[in-house]
C-alpha cells in the first residue's frame, strides 16, 4: 500500500509563502501522479496541482496558477508544493494524492471531482492563512 505523509503546514499571513511536502513510499508503480487536494471548512474538495511521473507534465487549478509550483524529487520520492502569495482562501487541509495511471493516458480529465481520480491519500496537513 502507498503511503503518504505530509510536512509543511502552518500559519502564515496573507502575502506569504509556505513550501508542502509529500513523501511517498510502499509503492511499485511506474506510471502515475502525485497531487495535492485541499478542502476548507465547509466546502467542497478542490484539486489543487499535481505531476505524471511519466513525463513530469503539471496541472493547476485555475484559483491557484501563477502563485503555486509543484515538483518532485524522484530518487526520493517526494513531491513539493511551493504556494506564494497565499491569501485567507487558501486556507485549508491540504492532502497529498497518488493517483495510478494506465499507460498512454494523457491529459487531466480524470482529475475530477469528487475523488479526482486518486488511489491513495495521505493525511493532510493544515494551511491557515491570516489577513
Known amino acids: 500500500e502507498v503511503q503518504l505523509v505530509e510536512s509543511g503546514g502552518g500559519l502564515v499571513q496573507a502575502g506569504g509563502s509556505l513550501r508542502l511536502s509529500c513523501a511517498a513510499s510502499?509503492?511499485?508503480?511506474?506510471?502515475?501522479?502525485m497531487c495535492w487536494v485541499r478542502q476548507a471548512p465547509g466546502k467542497e474538495r478542490e484539486g489543487v496541482s499535481c505531476?505524471?511521473?511519466?513525463?513530469?507534465?503539471?496541472y493547476y487549478a485555475n484559483s491557484v496558477k501563477g502563485r503555486f509550483t509543484i515538483s518532485s524529487d524522484v530518487a526520493k520520492n517526494t513531491v513539493f508544493l511551493q504556494m506564494n502569495s497565499l491569501n485567507p482562501e487558501d486556507t485549508a487541509d491540504y492532502y497529498c494524492?497518488?493517483?495510478?495511471?494506465?499507460?498512454?493516458?494523457?491529459?487531466?480529465?480524470?482529475?475530477?471531482?469528487?475523488?479526482?481520480?486518486?488511489?491513495?491519500w495521505g493525511k493532510g496537513t493544515l494551511v491557515t492563512v491570516s489577513s
Open positions: 505531476i505524471r511521473s511519466s513525463d513530469h507534465s503539471t
Open positions: 494524492a497518488f493517483g495510478v495511471l494506465p499507460y498512454g493516458i494523457r491529459g487531466w480529465d480524470w482529475f475530477r471531482p469528487p475523488k479526482y481520480g486518486i488511489d491513495f
Open positions: 510502499g509503492f511499485t508503480f511506474d506510471n502515475y501522479a
